[in-house]
């Protein structure tokens, strides 16, 4: 089975540079995926992880440490537009081609 | 088109009743999923197609749900005497091959409410 964990809520400034953690525990592993969802809207991905170590893409970041089951999505220069919640989401492989989602983190961005 | 493409968006149904909520991929996508997403939760899976051939129904609710996808483009999840608990989001995903480094668009989902 897999157990995948994020905060449920997160505040953070116009500006600023926010960090999304995500531990998970699984029996099978072959990628970790970033989505930001809006609220009423669909999922829209942003990144994702299969080897250990720091993807980098525009704004965003995400990082993954299979040794430790922990990944974390970086933000930088928050926009009040990244207001939205953000999913991790695991993709195990070997016959299970499903995303098992954690319950995602609401990220409010104030002024 | 250019995304994945769901309808209705919004569907109300009395309990008991039949719903069958579509979802066109974008073209050329192999791959399709279903998921449901519950309110402040994130979506969970009910059932993929590669093609038209259904490889994974494991997550499907109970046999009152169904889905297919018989030309291996355009796909329908059947809910049958729906019941209140069946009120989610159900979301679709299309992806052009499976595999990790495959990422999955998904639709903006039909909001299904059972009165």
């Known amino acids: 089975g897999q157990n995948i964990d994020q905060p449920t809520e997160m505040t953070a400034t116009e500006g600023a540079i926010v960090q999304i953690n995500c531990t998970y525990q699984t029996s099978g592993f072959n990628g970790l995926f970033w989505y930001q969802q809006h609220a009423g809207e669909a999922p829209t991905f942003l990144s994702y992880?299969?080897?250990?170590g720091l993807e980098e893409k525009g704004r965003f970041s995400s990082f993954l440490s299979r040794s430790k089951g922990y990944s974390y999505l970086l933000l930088k220069e928050l926009q009040m537009k990244d207001s939205a919640s953000y999913l991790c989401?695991?993709?195990?492989?070997?016959?299970?081609?499903?995303?098992?989602f954690g319950k995602g983190t609401k990220l409010s961005v104030i002024p | 088109g250019a995304g994945v493409s769901q309808s209705p968006r919004y569907k109300v149904a009395k309990r008991g009743q039949d719903v069958a909520l579509r979802c066109d991929p974008i073209?050329?996508?192999?791959?399709l999923f279903w998921y449901q997403q519950a309110l402040g939760q994130g979506p969970e899976f009910l059932t993929y197609f590669q093609n038209e051939a259904q490889l994974d129904k494991s997550g499907l609710p109970s046999d009152r749900f169904f889905a297919e996808r018989p030309e291996g483009s355009v796909s329908t999840l059947k809910i049958q005497r729906t019941q209140q608990e069946d009120s989610a989001v159900y979301l679709c995903?299309?992806?052009?091959?499976?595999?990790?480094?495959?990422?999955?668009?998904f639709g903006d989902g039909t909001r299904l409410s059972i009165l």
């Open positions: 995903a299309s992806s052009l091959h499976l595999g990790a480094r495959q990422p999955q668009h």
């Open positions: 073209s050329g996508h192999v791959s």
């Open positions: 992880n299969v080897l250990d």
């Open positions: 989401a695991l993709y195990s492989g070997a016959g299970s081609y499903q995303l098992t």
